[in-house]
C-alpha cells in the first residue's frame, strides 16, 4: 500500500464501526458532510446514516457496501476493512446456521396450488380467446371475398325452397 492510501484510521478506544472511520477521516480532510454528499451523488441524510451507522435507514446491505466503498475512495482509504466491519443488523449468527430439517420443503417436495388453480382458468380463457379469433378470421376471410360465392349462395337456395314449402301448406 502506498502512502497516498491509507488504511483506516487506528484507536485505542476500542473497536470502532465503518461510520466512525468515514467521519473521522472526512474531518481530517477538512469536508463538510454536504461537500462528501455532493461529490457522492448522496443525500445528506444518507451520508449522515452512514457516519452513524444507521444501517436500518439505507437502502439494503449490498447498497450500503457501495456507499462505503465509494466513500472511502473519495477519502482515499482502504475500503475492505470497513466492508468487513459490516453486520447485518437483520440476521443473527444462530439463524444463518439452522439446521436442514427446520427449513422449509425443498422445490420438488413443494405444492404450488396457485399453479393448479391457473391452469383451469387459463384453459378457459385459451378457448374464449382461439373462438374470438376463429370468428374474426371467417368474418375477415367472408369481406375479403376469399370464401367463394357458390358456398353461400347454395346454402340461400336450399332454405327458399324450404320456405316455400311451409307457405303453401296451410
Known amino acids: 500500500m502506498n502512502a497516498e492510501w491509507a488504511g483506516p484510521p487506528q484507536s485505542e478506544d476500542g473497536p470502532q464501526t465503518p461510520g466512525v472511520h468515514l467521519k473521522s477521516g472526512r474531518e481530517a480532510m477538512g469536508w463538510s458532510v454536504e461537500q462528501v454528499a455532493?461529490?457522492?451523488?448522496?443525500?445528506?441524510?444518507?451520508?449522515?446514516?452512514?457516519?452513524?451507522?444507521?444501517?436500518?435507514?439505507?437502502?439494503?446491505?449490498?447498497?450500503?457496501?457501495?456507499?462505503?466503498?465509494?466513500?472511502?475512495?473519495?477519502?482515499?482509504?482502504?475500503?475492505?476493512?470497513?466492508?468487513?466491519?459490516?453486520?447485518?443488523?437483520?440476521?443473527?449468527?444462530?439463524?444463518?446456521?439452522?439446521?436442514?430439517?427446520?427449513?422449509?420443503?425443498?422445490?420438488?417436495?413443494?405444492?404450488?396450488?396457485?399453479?393448479?388453480?391457473?391452469?383451469?382458468k387459463s384453459a378457459g380463457w385459451l378457448g374464449g380467446v382461439a373462438l374470438l379469433l376463429l370468428a374474426g378470421a371467417g368474418f375477415g376471410a367472408y369481406e375479403m371475398g376469399l370464401i367463394p360465392a357458390g358456398l353461400l349462395s347454395s346454402a340461400d337456395k336450399s332454405a327458399a325452397p324450404a320456405a316455400s314449402a311451409v307457405a303453401a301448406a296451410p
Open 38 to 120: 455532493e461529490q457522492l451523488k448522496l443525500q445528506i441524510r444518507q451520508v449522515v446514516a452512514l457516519e452513524a451507522d444507521d444501517l436500518a435507514s439505507l437502502p439494503n446491505l449490498a447498497v450500503v457496501r457501495g456507499f462505503i466503498r465509494a466513500y472511502a475512495k473519495i477519502l482515499k482509504i482502504d475500503a475492505a476493512p470497513l466492508v468487513a466491519m459490516i453486520v447485518d443488523p437483520v440476521v443473527s449468527p444462530a439463524a444463518a446456521a439452522a439446521p436442514r430439517r427446520d427449513m422449509s420443503a425443498s422445490f420438488s417436495e413443494a405444492r404450488f396450488p396457485s399453479m393448479t388453480e391457473r391452469s383451469s
